[in-house]
């Protein structure tokens, strides 16, 4: 059962900018808080002075650029994807209940009440084409 310190946590480089600002008014809307991993630092200086906004900068490891909308798969995308869990694995050593929601998705109701499942530590979607 999710506790009272839930978390629900995305992730957002600069080329998923409008993606963010279309997910925090749909998360506005319902009341729900979250947190921004900011990958690149365009993204973090462009959120961070917002007060509808909590961020934490993330920056990248290397010489991976992280600050456009990159293609499934590629690195860029790959090393994105690790940073959801990193980001997660963080926050629940902390102690914290952890809901992971991509910046793509359009929250038209509050989903905490549909993931309280019981005897369920863990659940992912696949990054993978349906097949047809």
């Known amino acids: 059962m999710l506790s009272s310190s839930l978390t629900i946590i995305n992730r957002s480089n600069y080329g998923y900018l409008n993606m963010l600002y279309n997910f925090n008014c749909f998360a506005s809307r319902l009341g729900l808080k979250y947190l921004v991993v900011a990958l690149d630092k365009n993204i973090y200086t462009e959120i961070g002075w917002r007060k509808t906004f909590n961020s934490i900068y993330s920056p990248s ?3 991976l650029k992280l600050d456009k909308n990159y293609s499934f798969r590629t690195p860029q995308f790959n090393y ?7 980001a997660s694995y963080k926050a629940m050593n902390l102690g914290f209940d952890v809901v992971f929601i991509d910046v793509d998705v359009v929250l038209v109701n509050d989903p905490i009440p549909h993931l309280i499942w019981k005897n369920i530590d863990y659940s992912h979607a696949l990054n993978i084409y349906c097949p047809r």
Request: aromatic residues 0%; hydrophobic residues 30%.
């Open 80 to 86: 994105m994807s690790r940073k959801k869990l990193e």
């Open 61 to 63: 490891v290397g010489k």
